[in-house]
């Protein structure tokens, strides 16, 4: 009679040896294949075109140690944002990156429509929430449109500025709410900024536009796109590290909204 290896052993073994769950994405102008770790998408394998599947196990496999890493900060992420989350509404707003620390007030205000309306007195710094105000969520996303349109144009006159200055021409801008991204630039040279960007420090900020105004001559991160940078930007590796840390300026509401 053989002696069967213990049950436990195996199945441990057999843990070990899966594979992390993910998802494929075909992607036309993918050139070769990517990783990339989202909370929204989890773990995806971004393919190009006519790439043989069957491959994709393997790469996924040879990625494992990048993949648990990665992993394992998104979650230290996620756990660091719901202790700092606050439960009821913010009163302040601190945009670094205009030098402007906004205060916020909330007025009850029994209204048909169950509307919030934002009333701006920039002399004071201060914003008067009106409305529902005990409608936190409707709070909040209110806030957060304001919070995009001060970035559409606070961002918009930057990006023309530095662009102009770099001699580095785009086609345009637009603000977005990514969780895991500050910007991107495409193909056709449309830049994407987060508007999040708001509470970093103005440096950073301008590091960042520079860094997408640079992906428009080259789309990767090669020596000569770091080059293109460290032209304009010398301390760009300072600035590009600090932003690894830069999300524990945002507010935790902000991230964890589902809006
Ligand atoms: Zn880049």
Redesign the pocket.
């Known amino acids: 009679m053989t002696s069967p290896q213990p049950r436990s052993k195996i199945s441990l073994k057999s843990v070990n040896d899966e594979l992390p769950e993910y998802t494929v994405r075909v992607s036309d102008r993918a050139k070769c294949v990517r990783l990339s770790i989202s909370v929204e998408d989890g773990l995806e394998v971004v393919i190009p075109v006519n790439y043989d599947h069957k491959k994709i196990p393997e790469i996924v496999q040879k990625k494992r140690a990048w993949i648990v890493r990665n992993q394992l900060k998104l979650a230290q992420r996620e756990a660091f944002l719901q202790s700092q989350a606050p439960h009821e509404l913010p009163d302040r707003l601190n945009l670094r990156s205009l030098g402007e620390e906004w205060h916020i007030e909330y007025q009850q205000i029994a209204t048909k429509s169950r509307a919030i309306t934002i009333q701006e007195s920039k002399a004071q710094l201060q914003l008067t929430v009106k409305g529902d105000i005990n409608d936190v969520e409707a709070c909040k996303f209110f806030l957060k449109q304001w919070l995009i349109q001060k970035a559409d144009r606070h961002f918009s006159e930057c990006l023309h500025n530095i662009s102009h200055r770099a001699k580095l021409p785009y086609r345009a801008m637009t603000v977005r709410s990514q969780k895991t991204l500050w910007g ?2 495409s193909r056709d040279r449309n830049i994407s900024l987060n508007y999040k960007l708001l509470f970093l420090e103005a440096a950073v900020v301008e590091y960042v536009l520079l ?2 105004l640079c ?1 428009t001559v080259h789309m990767n ?1 090669s020596d000569k ?1 770091w080059n293109l940078v460290s032209k304009f930007e010398p301390n760009y590796k300072i600035l590009d590290k600090s932003l690894n840390q830069a999300w524990k300026l945002v507010p935790a509401w902000l991230d964890l909204q589902a809006l």
């Open positions: 991107s630039c860094h997408e992906h991160h796109f």
